[in-house]
């Protein structure tokens, strides 16, 4: 299994400004994800980050709004820059390790006045 | 468009009851279907996958069966209790094993157990 730990758990921001969210995993994975769960509203897949590549961005998703770093493979971040009232939701970083299993963090609850 | 559409949308039980959620999936090509719970403040945890030849699969007192003819599965939670209280999500996956590619999430079930 992996364990998955994200700072911060929670965030109140104003329109404008950027939060990034740290995403820790407590064993070595290749891939690492990043998914938003708006409210009423099913997991959406911003974007794959894999370690010494740049991010790979869902359709919707840019680099720009979101930008990724990925430095080695137990950590990643996520930034989420300009925020605007829209942006409020809960994100979520996730990792598939080498037994092709999914692992979800607790998520970071992302709320912009 | 690959879909997960699940059901009800909420539920209330009250503790020590049954209950069944449903989830209609049209996503091809499919290779299996995965079961999440997901409490408050929490990330999904994984309950069961089924790969599209498995009719059922069972996680302690949740039961999951799948119909692939149909496009269907369902969660069944035997003699609830408080903890069960949470969001299910059901996902379907178009490759096997448990990675990420591809999958098609659910907006989820909210189930309430009330004491």
């Known amino acids: 299994s992996a364990v998955i730990s994200q700072k911060p758990s929670r965030d109140i921001c104003q329109r404008g400004t950027s939060l990034t969210i740290q995403c820790q995993v407590d064993?070595?994975?290749?891939?690492m994800f990043w998914y938003r769960q708006q409210p009423g509203q099913s997991l959406t897949l911003i974007a794959t980050a894999n370690q010494g590549s740049e991010a790979t961005y869902e359709s919707g998703f840019v680099i720009d709004k979101f930008p990724i770093s990925r430095p080695n493979l137990t950590f990643s971040t996520l930034t989420v820059s300009n925020m605007s009232p829209e942006d409020s939701s809960i994100y979520l970083c996730?990792?598939?390790?080498?037994?092709?299993?999914?692992?979800f963090g607790p998520g970071t609850r992302l709320t912009v006045l | 468009k690959n879909q997960v559409e699940q059901s009800p949308q909420s539920l209330i039980i009250l503790e020590g009851k049954n209950c069944t959620l449903q989830?209609?999936?049209?996503?091809?090509?499919?290779?299996?279907l995965r079961w999440y719970k997901q409490d408050t403040g929490r990330g999904p945890v994984s309950l069961t996958i089924?790969?599209?030849?498995?009719n059922t699969k069972s996680n302690g007192r949740y039961t999951a069966t799948l119909d692939a003819d149909t496009k269907q599965s369902s969660l069944h939670i035997t003699a609830s209790q408080l903890s069960d209280s949470a969001s299910y999500i059901c996902v379907a996956s178009p490759y096997s094993g448990g990675g990420a590619d591809g999958l098609t999430f659910g907006k989820g079930t909210h189930l309430i157990i009330q004491p």
């Open positions: 089924m790969t599209f030849s498995e």
């Open positions: 996730s990792v598939v390790t080498g037994y092709n299993e999914q692992f």
């Open positions: 989830c209609n999936y049209t996503v091809s090509p499919f290779s299996n």
């Open positions: 064993s070595q994975v290749t891939m």
